[in-house]
């Protein structure tokens, strides 16, 4: 057996997670960094703030603990804090950005992880996009590659967490991170669901290979940015525009909960780039 499989008969449960997250204080598409970002489309901030307090609040009243980090004027896109650091077992890898638009964000993260009693951290040497491009399963480090996240951190972050990392080429510009295009539904078993299209044909093989049950995502799903999501083990946050996905999602027992994030979609992210996750 590859992968971690589940006992098919037993409930699903939510496990209590910890995340990071930074309010949309100053978030504004001023520059294109991909291809979702449009500097000529007006961004409504109070409807953006909104969105973001709805995911926050969903996720408190869900039982799962949301800690805060300082938003920056001078760092639009601070909101997608998932991109800031990896963290598992308590081990933080931070983060180093492609652009230099973000680059700041990385040193953000670092002073908020030491302000907050985490010790085993690693300034990396490599680019990598924190969990924009890094996906824990029960297994694996899945970690994305081609637009962002340097090949090079692909084998930084084995060597940190000690985890096997599973590379994948992605292909497509409008899923430029690892978490456009591939959402971990169960981190304990191993559970994914993905757009195979975003990536090359042989990294398609490893994740069908990896992952022969996984939810398949349609153009149009993965076009509302649906795999943009976040699971608590039964709950799954996801772009309510990624109507397509709720039936799978249902049909195996999760419970998918529609968000409208429409104004942070316009920076290329949705619940997903919000939302990191601190697996302490
Ligand atoms: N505008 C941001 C960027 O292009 C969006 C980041 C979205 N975050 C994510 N985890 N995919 O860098």
Redesign the pocket.
């Known amino acids: 057996m590859l992968s971690e499989t589940r006992d098919l008969s037993a409930p699903r449960v939510a496990r209590p997670r910890r995340y990071l997250m930074c309010p949309p204080a100053h978030f504004k598409v001023t520059y294109s960094?991909?291809p979702w970002?449009d500097p000529a489309k007006p961004v409504d901030l109070p409807l953006a703030l909104a969105q973001w307090e709805d995911l926050r609040d969903r996720y408190r009243a869900l039982g799962h603990t949301v800690e805060l980090l300082e938003p920056r004027p001078d760092l639009p896109?601070m909101v997608?804090a998932?991109?800031g650091a990896t963290v598992i077992d308590g081990r933080v890898l931070g983060a180093r950005f492609a652009h230099p638009e973000?680059e700041a964000e990385a040193a953000a993260h670092l002073d908020w992880f030491r302000a907050h009693g985490f010790t085993e951290i690693h300034e990396p040497s490599h680019i990598n996009e924190g969990?924009?491009d890094f996906a824990v399963t029960a297994s694996y480090l899945l970690a994305g590659r081609g637009f962002r996240s340097s090949p090079l951190s692909h084998d930084e972050a084995q060597e940190f967490f000690g985890r096997p990392v599973i590379g994948l080429d992605l292909v497509d510009p409008r899923y430029y991170?690892l978490?456009?295009a591939l959402c971990v539904l169960d981190d304990s078993a191993d559970e994914i669901m993905y757009y195979p299209d975003a990536f090359s044909p042989g990294s398609r093989a490893v994740l069908a290979r990896l992952f022969p049950d996984a939810v398949i995502a349609s153009a149009e799903d993965a076009g509302a940015l649906g795999l943009?999501a976040v699971s608590d083990g039964l709950h799954v946050l996801l772009p309510q525009g990624a109507v397509g996905l709720f039936s799978p999602l249902r049909e195996r027992g999760f419970v998918p909960v529609g968000m409208d994030l429409g104004e942070l979609l316009k920076?290329?992210?949705s619940v997903?780039?919000c939302t990191q996750e601190l697996r302490v």
């Open positions: 960094i991909n970002m896109d997608f998932a991109n973000r969990e924009g991170h978490d456009t943009n920076g290329g992210g997903k780039c």
